[in-house]
């Protein structure tokens, strides 16, 4: 498997602790989103996702975008360790929580986005994220064990890790999610999410190192 990635990319990040965690090598290709105007509007880049966003994963003859898609194919053809509860009910609460991280919160603080925001884009950033999370933190109350749903690590999680990252950098107050807080906490202490962190890849700038 190709994974084209960015090291800071919150949706890359899901796919790395994906990757690790079912055990999957890989090989990386950087894609540096800020670098020569984006390396993700090369043409050599548009022919991989023509969408030129990260992450894109070359993988049994296909090439996929879109993280949770992604996610989504390795879970069917690498079940193991499953990322997805066998339980109906909690395998909605799962894709609930992901699709609300992955559609409702990031695109909204996307780079794209926060490009057209001018000199509001850290006050945008910090209210979407926060309205986000304050419904994100009443879901997982009902949720929640050791992680989001349950005590098994999901999907759900694997949205969750990079999302508190993008809020940390964009300076929110955590305060009021102390739910949100706690998984997360556990979480990084896991070895697959420690070994897909940004500050953990081969593209990570040295100053941003671990």
Not at 150 to 164: I, K, R
Not at 179 to 189: F, G, P, S, V, Y
Request: with cysteine.
């Amino acid at each position: 498997p190709i994974l084209y990635s960015y090291f800071r990319s919150s949706c890359s990040w899901r796919v790395r602790i994906a990757l690790a965690l079912k055990g999957i090598s890989y090989d990386l290709v950087p894609v540096n989103l800020l670098k020569d105007g984006g390396q993700q509007f090369s043409a050599e880049f548009k022919a991989v996702n023509p969408m030129q966003q990260v992450p894109a994963l070359k993988i049994d003859g296909i090439t996929l975008s879109q993280s949770l898609a992604i996610i989504h194919y390795l879970e069917d053809t690498r079940p193991n360790p499953r990322l997805l509860p066998q339980d109906p009910r909690k395998r909605a609460q799962v894709r609930m929580i992901a699709d609300h991280i992955v559609s409702g919160i990031q695109p909204l603080q996307n780079l794209s986005i926060l490009k057209q925001m001018g000199e509001k884009k850290m006050e945008w950033a910090q209210n979407c994220i926060a309205s986000g999370f304050q419904a994100l933190e009443q879901i997982l109350q009902h949720t929640a064990g050791h992680y989001c749903v349950g005590d098994e690590v999901s999907m759900a999680d694997l949205c969750l890790v990079p999302q508190v990252a993008n809020a940390e950098r964009f300076k929110v107050d955590m305060g009021p999610y102390p739910t949100i807080i706690r998984i997360n906490k556990t979480l990084l202490e896991l070895e697959a999410f420690k070994v897909s962190h940004p500050s953990r890849q081969p593209d990570t700038p040295a100053e941003l190192r671990a």
